[in-house]
């Protein structure tokens, strides 16, 4: 089970990399929009954060496998998509003007509420006994 937490992190980890780069050359040629640079910002370090939490998961699960890891691994992968990938879509909605992004924000504090729930699940791992394999 480590290993899909560990390649979950390190994809997060490239595509953060990868993303954080066009953001900081490729985006800020095509529009000097603080609001969108800043909006694309924050889904960005976001995802490089929760990559690294996603690392630190992989590790815990080696020697404290259970469900409520299984749980936190899993609402910070979907927290991830939801918040960063929402955030990302309404950047590139706005910069190719190509629709209304209203449809789209409730999905980022969604995202966020899910990752929230993933720190949660977090600290009930520090305080659970369940050592079962999830």
Known sequence: MHKKYLATAAIFGALGVILGAFGAHGLQQI?????????YQTGVQYQLYHALALLGLSLLAISQPGKWIKWSYTFF???????????YLITYIKVHGSGNTAWIGPVTP???LLLILGWLFL????????????
């Open 77 to 87: 992968t979907l927290g991830v998509l939801f918040f960063s990938g929402s955030l």
């Open 110 to 112: 969604i995202g966020g």
């Open 123 to 134: 600290l009930v791992t520090a305080f659970s006994n369940d050592r079962s394999k999830g």
């Open 31 to 39: 529009t000097q929009d603080e609001k969108i640079l800043h909006s």
